[in-house]
């Protein structure tokens, strides 16, 4: 059985890729149609790595850091099976029920546990924070990420004396 790695190359044509079965991978599509057909994740090419900037790397969320093309597959049909359910609406509604400031974790869970649906069954997570993060740019709401300030270490002061609560538009 022949193995596949890809790696990058560097050289006078631009963009090349080399694989451990000899074959020589001009461009970056050639390398990603390359690992697709040899059932490696496209986006890592197999390496189970991306990298975000020269010399910063991080698992490749595609794949879940496993550099095969079966699981980047069944994480993108399961993403687009929670974009499919979860909408702009959904999270909407579950925003407009806090009192105050929550966490990204509590409307996950609260969209979970509205639609019925088990741990691990969608990327519910990652689908929440894509929506808040257009409902922030909309200006619909604003997020917090940090306090001002810590005060010790098991204090955090926050200079908006209000605590806005998250709101939509026209409620």
């Known amino acids: 059985m022949t193995t596949h790695a890809i790696f990058p190359q560097t050289g006078i044509l631009g963009d090349a890729f080399a694989c451990e079965c000899g074959a020589v991978l001009a461009g970056r599509m050639t390398a990603e149609l390359h690992a697709a057909e040899n059932g490696l994740c496209s986006v890592c090419l197999g390496s189970g790595q991306e990298e975000m900037a020269p010399g910063l790397t991080h698992g490749c969320t595609a794949c879940a850091a496993t550099g095969g093309r079966k699981e980047q597959v069944i994480w ?96």
């Open 76 to 171: 993108q049909l399961a993403y687009a099976e929670a974009e499919h359910l979860i909408t702009i609406a959904v999270v909407r509604g579950i925003v407009a029920n806090f009192d105050g400031p929550f966490h990204l974790s509590e409307a996950a869970d609260a969209v979970r546990a509205g639609m019925g649906l088990p741990a691990g069954r969608l990327p519910v997570g990652p689908r929440v924070r894509d929506l808040l993060l257009e409902m922030q740019a909309a200006g619909e709401i604003t997020m917090l990420s940090a306090p001002d300030e810590m005060i010790g270490s098991d204090m955090v002061l926050y200079r908006d004396p209000q605590w806005q609560r998250a709101r939509t538009l026209g409620m």
